[in-house]
């Protein structure tokens, strides 16, 4: 299994920030996905869901609003949508799938700074 964020960078705050996740060695339509974040010293949090169809999303009440989570079945790929950005959602963004087990990504920077 390989999964791969990519899309992170340094933003304006206000500005917007599109993630991007690609999947490989599952049934990726089969499975959840989400995104997770972690800020220096802190806990990660959960920041989206969404279920294997992409019918339903989650989100955490940080973001609620200003996040959009998506995902395209044919390319194997789950979207983060991140717009509205605050230094508070500066951290690394990571993608789960959620098969048998739970599979991680290895993460993307999202630093928002002026």
């Known amino acids: 299994v390989h999964i791969v964020e990519s899309g992170g960078g340094l933003v304006q705050p206000g500005g917007s920030v599109r993630l991007t996740c690609s999947v490989s060695?599952?049934?990726?339509?089969?499975?959840?996905m989400s995104w997770f974040r972690q800020a220096p010293g802190k806990e990660r949090e959960r920041v989206a869901s969404?279920?294997?169809?992409?019918?339903?999303?989650y989100y955490g009440d940080s973001v609620e609003g200003r996040v959009t989570i998506s995902r395209d079945n044919a390319k194997n790929t789950v979207y983060l949508q991140m717009d509205s950005l605050i230094p508070e959602d500066t951290a690394v963004y990571y993608c789960?799938?959620?098969?048998?087990?739970?599979?991680w990504g290895q993460g993307t920077q999202v630093t928002v700074s002026s």
């Open positions: 789960k799938a959620m098969g048998d087990r739970d599979y």
């Open positions: 969404i279920t294997s169809t992409g019918g339903n999303a």
């Open positions: 060695g599952l049934t990726f339509s089969r499975i959840a």
